[in-house]
């Protein structure tokens, strides 16, 4: 029997088999109320559920409708996000191959490229900044799989200007964790690049002149320094200190001090080279590092700036002289760090001071009295042009068998007042690098000529030949021809007297107006000699377009002449040589007579040298010759 069914017979009071009448209609009673208890239950439950249903069915559509809005907003918002990033961003991907797949069109708005023109030229764009070689570093660790910090690119826009990029990239695996493909995202970083630049430019350079500072200058000294020691060159520091600098701060104020600061960057930078470094260390300090010096520029760069220093200075309304004193270390002689140079260089600065200022000195003692003596002779050369100091001394020019006089190379001295007989080697190079030489050549040329018209009138019957050497800078002039020619008419002389002297290194150029100025000079009869022959350019080419009727041969060649014996030397082929080109061959430097006898035994037919004559004074050679 159900359940149910005997709960409602137990209500009835049923408790065998049979029912009474009054049992059954109890029975009858009881379920039909159970009937209608079970409908109503149902309809409530119904109601409920249908309540319920349409409450969920309402709360479904609410938050579909809510999730749809809040997609399109989000949608919306990443949309205007990118459209407003167009300027500043742009993304691409790679394939595993590190090869662009897929650029933005955003990158025309930052760099003004085409996505075409973009993916197949990309490399055509990076300029050569440094920080680009660490790009294809962290790509390839992106390749690896492993997530890397944002790096920089400097690439060119399209408009040729250069924009600097910040560089994210993320590696995307599949599912067995291997790279499938590297998304990244770029951002134009151009101004905040070069404001970090322009900070980075503050902290290196002082304020006041824009100079390097103390810190910087240390920096670039250690790369120079680097430098140096790799190729073993040397360089100087000069320490310069603004002599009664304190006077002007005291009197006039400090903005006049800045300003005198100021100027002294101006007058001073123009006049320096673009790889040596101009620094200001603190107050009325300066620093000048020249690189790769030898003494003779370093004199000449130092009396620029003493000379620099020494005009005067109009600030506002004052006319000021102020001077500087100069202390100067060279590395490596005096030291080879930092700290030994800036040491050695401020004590050579003051030693500058104790000897009454506006003046320079050397750590080394030695080199402070060859430096100012070569300043000394630059400072007194166009005075002793103007009074006459210069003497042309002559050598003679023999032939070997019988010393039989043919000639004589013209030689400078230089009669000092103070330093006595000064020889070429102490002055000629100095000559060079001021331009000098331009006048003193112009002067021997005419001084020869004057000369040879003294002896061709002391003696009718012996014409003097007479050589002079012709540097580099002259054959440079185009006035040369006229220079000569000029000579030769205001003294009366032949031109077959005077014959020039070049070096071979004047045609390492190969220069095409130099022949023909050659040649000008040689078709009004002036013989031209090669000096120092075989040891400057290389190429003999050149002897077939110059117009050369002799060459010397250089000492260095005769000093190779054995003493006893016979055995093969360049000199043979020289010989040699002269005799195929049908020209004069002429040994020069020959000091001993084993030399001479090697000279005459194989074919060279004139010297000249201590064996016969050194240089003399004209009335030594015309004594000479009479």
């Known amino acids: 029997m159900h359940r149910l069914l005997k709960r409602q017979l137990k209500k009835i009071g049923y408790t065998d088999n049979t029912l009474s009448k009054e049992q059954l209609e109890k029975l009858i009673s009881v379920i039909n109320q159970t009937y209608f208890d079970v409908d109503e239950d149902r309809a409530l439950l119904e109601n409920t559920l249908s309540i319920s249903s349409k409450e969920m069915q309402g709360l479904y559509e609410e938050l579909k409708y809510k999730s749809q809005n809040e997609l399109e907003q989000s949608e919306e918002k990443y949309g205007r996000l990118v459209k407003n990033l167009h ?10 191959e590190g090869v662009f797949t897929y650029i933005s069109d955003s990158i025309k708005d930052i760099l003004g490229y085409s996505t075409n023109e973009f993916l197949t030229h990309y490399e055509e764009y990076l300029t050569d900044d440094p920080i680009n070689k660490e790009a294809i570093k962290y790509t390839n660790l992106s390749l690896e799989g492993k997530a ?12 040729k200007s250069i924009r600097y990029l910040e560089v994210t990239e993320f590696p995307i695996l599949n599912k067995d964790g291997n790279v499938e493909f590297i998304d990244g995202i770029a951002r134009d970083i151009s101004q905040q690049y070069e404001a970090q630049q322009k900070i980075s430019s503050l902290a290196k350079h002082d304020v006041l002149t824009g100079l390097s500072n103390r810190l910087y200058l240390e920096e670039q000294l250690l790369s120079i320094i680097s430098n140096a020691s790799r190729t073993n060159k040397q360089f100087a520091l ?10 002007i701060n005291d009197t006039l104020g400090h903005d006049v001090g800045d300003k005198l600061l100021q100027e002294v960057t101006n007058r001073i930078q123009p006049n320096i080279r673009v790889e040596d470094i101009f620094a200001r260390i603190g107050g009325d300090e300066f620093i000048i590092i020249l690189t790769n010096i030898n003494e003779i520029d370093l004199a000449k760069s130092l009396n620029k700036i003493i000379k620099l220093m020494r005009k005067t200075w109009k600030i506002d309304s004052y006319e000021l002289k102020v001077s500087t004193s100069i202390g100067v270390a060279l590395y490596p002689k005096d030291g080879d760090t930092i700290v030994e140079l800036m040491k050695n260089a401020d004590i050579a600065m003051y030693k500058a001071k104790e000897k009454g200022r506006d003046n320079f000195s050397f750590f080394t ?15 007194g050369m166009s005075n002793a042009l103007a009074t006459n100091q210069f003497e042309l001394y002559y050598q003679p020019k023999q032939e070997l068998i019988d010393d039989t006089i043919i000639g004589a190379e013209a030689l400078i001295r230089w009669n000092h007042p103070e330093l006595g007989l000064i020889y070429p080697d102490k002055f000629i190079s100095l000559t060079e690098s001021t331009g000098f030489i331009v006048k003193l050549g112009r002067w021997i040329i005419k001084e020869a000529c004057k000369a040879i018209h003294r002896f061709n ?8 030949h007479l050589s002079v050497n012709i540097s580099t800078r002259q054959l440079q002039l185009d006035d040369l021809h006229n220079t000569i020619e000029n000579a030769l008419k205001s003294s009366n002389i032949d031109a077959s007297q005077l014959s020039i002297e070049i070096t071979e290194s004047v045609m390492a150029d190969n220069n095409e107006k130099l022949i023909k100025k050659l040649q000008d000079i040689n078709a009004i009869g002036i013989k031209i000699c090669l000096d120092d022959f075989g040891t400057g350019y290389s190429s003999l080419s050149y002897l077939n377009k110059l117009p050369i009727n002799a060459f010397k041969i ?8 054995p003493k006893r014996g016979e055995k093969k030397i360049l000199l043979d082929t020289i010989i040699a040589m002269g005799k195929a080109l049908d020209m004069g061959v002429v040994a020069e430097g020959v000091e001993e ?11 060279c037919i004139y010297y000249q040298g201590y064996l016969f004559s050194k240089p003399i004074t004209e009335d030594e050679y015309f004594n000479l010759i009479s």
């Open 238 to 247: 000069l320490f310069l200190d603004l002599d009664h600098f304190k006077n």
């Open 554 to 561: 250089d000492k260095s060649f005769v000093d190779d002449i």
């Open 593 to 603: 007579e084993y030399q001479r006898n090697y000279l005459i035994k194989h074919g």
């Open 148 to 159: 890397q910090e944002p790096y920089e690119l400097s690439i060119y826009h399209k408009d």
């Open 457 to 464: 009138t002391k003696d009718k019957n012996h014409k003097l």
């Open 87 to 96: 300027n500043h961003y742009f993304f691409y991907t790679h394939d595993a």
């Open 365 to 379: 003692d030695e080199l402070n009295q060859l430096i100012h003596e070569e300043m000394r002779l630059e400072q």
